[in-house]
């Protein structure tokens, strides 16, 4: 591309010399311009010179406008990856604050069966403190002198023997 953009300048230097040169003669040979009102006899050096400075323009014109797209579409893509990072960043600032939020619920959960497991146990031990004489714990209570209740006692009092249980969570 490079060496091409050369050759093509070279050719370009070549053209305008030629013209240049070519014209020294024709210096009494006058084009007469009339166009948008204004009327003008013009050498054809002049001439030339006006259509190189008309496309010299244009080019310019090229280049603005190229260089201005080139940014307008730097600035898209630059927004569109700041766009993407700031979804990006939001969706680990989201998954971050559920995941505070669940293991703040998971210790508020702990706490709670602590002090629920903390407020049974003085419950319990209130219990037994005011209830020392239990009668599931009683010392006056002896395996198998309970009196028989009810057709299958003789199958229960086997079980409870059995099973070496005093036959609490036995039902008839």
């Not at 305008?16 to 070519?22: P, T, Y």
């Not at 927004?79 to 700031?86: A, I, N, P, S």
């Not at 219990?127 to 028989?148: I, L």
């Amino acid at each position: 591309m490079f060496a091409l953009a050369i050759v093509l300048l070279i050719a370009a230097a070549a053209l305008v010399l030629w013209v240049i040169f070519g014209l020294n003669d024709a210096g009494n040979n006058k084009i007469h311009f009339d166009g948008f009102g204004i009327t003008a006899d013009l050498s054809p050096l002049t001439l030339f010179l006006l259509g190189a400075l008309a496309l010299l323009l244009v080019w310019a014109a090229t280049r603005l406008i190229a260089a201005g797209t080139k940014r307008g579409m730097r600035k898209r893509r630059e927004r569109k990856t700041l766009e993407k990072e700031h979804k990006l960043h939001e969706k680990d600032r989201l998954a971050a604050e559920r995941d505070r939020d669940a293991l703040r619920d998971e210790r508020d959960a702990e706490a709670h069966q602590r002090e629920t497991a903390e407020a049974r146990q003085r419950v319990a031990e209130r219990d037994v403190a005011r209830y020392e004489d239990d009668h599931r714990t009683d010392a006056n209570y002896v395996r198998g002198t309970e009196p028989q209740r009810g057709a299958h006692s003789d199958v229960r009092d086997a079980a409870v023997r059995d099973a070496g249980t005093d036959g609490r969570h036995y039902r008839d």
